[in-house]
Nanobody
Framework: QVQLVESGGGLVQAGGSLRLSCAAS????????MGWYRQAPGKQRELVAA???????AYADSVKGRFTISRDNAKNTVYLRMNSLKPEDTAVYYC?????????WGQGTQVTVSS
């Protein structure tokens, strides 16, 4: 089992910034991918950004140039730095861990961007 604990969500004005953190614990494989997904009301959950244990990253087109994903493998923690936030970024953000055999989700953290 892997446990994921997210933090850093909140309310911010458009144009502002937030940083999300997700700390993983438990049976963590050294080779894994961690990422952030989001789900807005009435919409499907979508990938925001992901990063492998080797440091390769991927981003949704809608956040490229504004969001940066990073990780600290020693702390089993992944971060999402969100700049130039827009009202359409409002959603519950979920941390995800996957290692090819197992996948786990965090409980989610709310990000609300006011216009």
């Amino acid at each position: 089992q892997v446990q994921l604990v997210e933090s850093g969500g909140g309310l911010v004005q458009a144009g502002g910034s937030l940083r999300l953190s997700c700390a993983a614990s438990g049976s963590i494989f050294s080779i894994n991918t961690m990422g952030w997904y989001r789900q807005a009301p009435g919409k499907q959950r979508e990938l925001v950004a992901a990063i492998t244990s080797g440091g390769s990253t991927a981003y949704a087109d809608s956040v490229k140039g504004r969001f940066t994903i990073s990780r600290d493998n020693a702390k089993n923690t992944v971060y999402l730095r969100m700049n130039s936030l827009k009202p359409e970024d409002t959603a519950v953000y979920y941390c995800n861990y996957g290692d090819g055999r197992r996948g786990y989700w965090g409980q989610g953290t709310q990000v609300t961007v006011s216009s």
